[in-house]
């Protein structure tokens, strides 16, 4: 976890360097346990935490049942105290494997995830942008290059599910904004079912997804909008 229940906004972060590697679990051993960050969970009151990995060449993180998140998991009220959102910049060659990769929180921020400059490997049940409250978020690549594959968390054939802007229950009549652009970079994509800018039937407030897309493999067997 990077952030902490604070009483007052606040905006930890950590920070790799010196083009080393870093590991959570193992293909074969996983860890089966959370990543978190940003971790407020008070009212009005923001945790914005940033992990940032751009200085290193490579981070591995096997987290099996696990989720990796970014964002807060509470804030009934909405205001960050002048936190912002939270952010995650991974190394040049990233793998994650995890259930669900979350971008989320009920502050009023951006909670973003930028890929790395090389090969970036996302081997996951879901990817959930933008689900609940009040935030936008962003996932995106860290500068001009890069490339990204997706899959299922098993890999090879197997499809991830792609849910953006979903705001199914949320009744403070907000509304969220999920973006998930791979302009400019290759791309290899492979989802089962494709959710985008929703709301719930008794929800006031909104639901915007957007996939930005123009280059590689984009294979989807069911599309929602």
């Excluded at 009023?108 to 978020?137: D, F, M």
Aim: without cysteine; glycine residues 18%; negative net charge.
């Amino acid at each position: 976890t990077v952030g902490y229940n604070s009483a007052v906004g606040s905006t930890p972060k950590l920070a790799g360097s010196g083009l080393g590697n870093q590991a959570i679990g193992t293909s074969s051993t996983p860890i089966n346990a959370n990543v978190q960050i940003g971790n407020g969970q008070g009212n009005n009151v923001g945790n914005a935490g940033t992990l940032d990995l751009g200085g290193l060449s490579a981070f591995n993180a096997y987290l099996g049942t696990g989720t990796f998140r970014v964002g807060s998991t509470v804030n009934s009220g909405g205001g960050t105290g002048g936190a912002g959102g939270s952010m995650v910049i991974l190394a040049t060659n990233s793998t994650i494997q995890a259930t669900t990769i979350l971008l989320a929180s009920q502050d009023s921020a951006a909670q973003t995830l930028s890929l790395g400059s090389g090969l970036n490997v996302l081997n996951v049940s879901s990817i959930t942008l933008a689900n609940t409250g009040r935030s936008s978020s962003d996932l995106n690549f860290n500068g001009a290059s890069g490339t990204l594959t997706v899959r299922g968390i098993t890999g090879d054939s197997t499809r991830a599910d792609l849910s953006l802007g979903v705001n199914p229950s949320f009744s403070s009549g907000s509304s969220v904004t999920g973006t998930f652009d791979t302009t400019g970079h290759s791309s290899d994509l492979l989802f089962g079912t494709m959710t985008l800018g929703l709301r719930g039937v008794s929800n006031t407030g909104g639901g915007t997804g957007t996939i930005n897309f123009d280059t590689g493999t984009l294979d989807a067997n069911d599309l929602k909008a």
